[in-house]
């Protein structure tokens, strides 16, 4: 089989590339290790930016978001029983974020694909991706394992979308590869609970215990995490043992009740900051966790991925229509200029929330005095909010 775009992996940046191709009229082929229902079932973050919003409106995927997301103007930090709300349209000249969960937009995105898309198929396995050193005249291939055979995609562009534990990143040769990387001696353990969430918005907690999230799925769904030791197991924590501590790590001063219910899902997820550079080798280009992750803290993954696909997408039209190839050629620039803008972010807000278990008073002292900053200077809390609701797409 042969394709202009070969795309390896279909979470939200394999997609989203492939919709945004198929728009610009582009052929491209989607090659996904897994099953359709084991990427519709994946549960993920679930806060989208400003610009992605936009941009899946835009590809013509936002009319289920439109109908059943939720639009968000703020957040909420707790912190020393107090809460402080960050109000995102005030501080940002209008910006907000819409909550509508990654597995849903992913779903969105595979029923559009295969009702009018380019092929997209699952349990096809990418083994390798070759030909990225034979010169600029040599045609990439990707090598995949489907129904039982080897096969070769021929493509013009190979585009690694295929998460932190693909194999695109391992095409590029070491000698090229430079990889940043810090793990955090902690993790979240997440619940989704059947019981309408307690607060309208998300609530951010910083407590001597631990950090503590409160987020939710819908009107009727909550969805909430407690940072716990790394390493630790979901099922060493029982549902009631998870409520009484997210109890006391969201406990204020005021008459604000944390709501029980039914817990459905229980599973912990570990934090690391990552980044892989260059993400673009020849004509093989990384895009989203291939090329770089962040801890969830600043809701950034789903947001970097998105980015990282429409640059390049916008690259290759550019090149299509002007025949230059400078913007595809300033992929990896580009990308990594917002990438590092995420990381930073994300770094900032794991930080300023979680206690890590070497953390002395003088740490908890500094959280503090950097909680009371955002909550009394308007140019810190804008930094933050400009942060949240995302920078502008390239
Ligand atoms: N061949 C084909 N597909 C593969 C291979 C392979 N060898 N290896 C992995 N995949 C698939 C995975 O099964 C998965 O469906 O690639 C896809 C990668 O999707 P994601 O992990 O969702 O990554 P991405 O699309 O970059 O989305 C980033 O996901 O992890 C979250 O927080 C992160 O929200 C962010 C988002
Ligand atoms: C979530 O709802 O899963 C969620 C929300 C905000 C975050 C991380 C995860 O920062």
């Given at each position: ?46 806060i989208l930016e400003q610009g ?53 937009v992913c779903k969105d995105l ?285």
């Amino acid at each position: 089989m042969r394709t202009t775009v070969g795309i390896i992996g279909a979470g939200p940046a394999g997609l989203l590339l492939a919709r945004l191709l198929h728009e610009a009229g582009i052929d491209a082929v989607v090659l996904e290790s897994r099953d359709r229902a084991y990427v519709e079932r994946r549960q993920r973050a679930g806060i989208l930016e400003q610009g992605t919003v936009d941009v899946l409106r835009a590809a013509g995927a936002g009319a289920r978001m439109d109908r059943e997301g939720l639009p968000h103007d703020g957040i909420e930090l707790r912190f020393d029983r107090r809460r402080h709300r960050v109000d995102f349209p005030a501080l940002t000249g209008g910006k907000s974020v819409m909550v509508y969960a990654q597995t849903e937009v992913c779903k969105d995105l595979i029923a559009l694909q295969l009702a009018d898309g380019g092929p997209l198929l699952f349990e096809a396995e990418a083994l390798a991706v070759e030909g990225l050193e034979e010169g600029e005249s040599e045609r990439p291939r990707i090598r995949y394992r489907h129904e039982g055979r080897e096969e070769v995609l021929d493509c013009d562009y190979v585009v690694g979308c295929d998460g932190f534990w693909g194999v695109s990143r391992k095409a590029v040769p070491q000698g090229v590869s430079r990889t940043y990387e810090r793990t955090y001696p902690f993790g979240w353990l997440g619940i989704l609970a059947d019981v309408p969430p307690s607060h309208d918005e998300l609530v951010y907690a910083r407590h001597d215990r631990g950090f503590a999230l409160l987020s939710m799925r819908s009107p009727t769904v909550t969805r909430a995490y407690l940072q716990v030791p790394e390493g630790t197991d979901a099922h060493d924590w029982s549902d009631t043992e998870v409520w009484d501590e997210l109890d006391r790590r969201l406990e204020t001063d005021d008459a604000w009740k944390l709501e029980r219910g039914p817990v459905t899902a229980k599973s912990v997820t570990p934090m690391r900051s990552y980044v892989h550079e260059p993400m673009r080798h020849g004509r093989l280009f990384l895009a989203g966790d291939a090329a770089h992750i962040v801890p969830p803290t600043g809701a950034k993954g789903l947001n970097l991925a998105v980015g990282d696909v429409v640059t390049f997408a916008r690259a290759l039209i550019h090149r299509r229509e002007t025949g230059e190839a400078a913007r595809l050629d300033a992929y990896s620039a580009t990308c990594l200029r917002r990438v590092w803008q995420a990381e930073r972010f994300s770094y900032a807000m794991t930080t300023l929330l979680h206690r890590g278990p070497d953390a002395t008073p003088f740490d908890d002292r500094i959280q503090l005095a950097r909680l009371d900053r955002i909550t009394t200077s308007r140019a810190a809390e804008t930094d933050l909010a400009t942060a949240y609701t995302g920078f502008p797409l390239d």
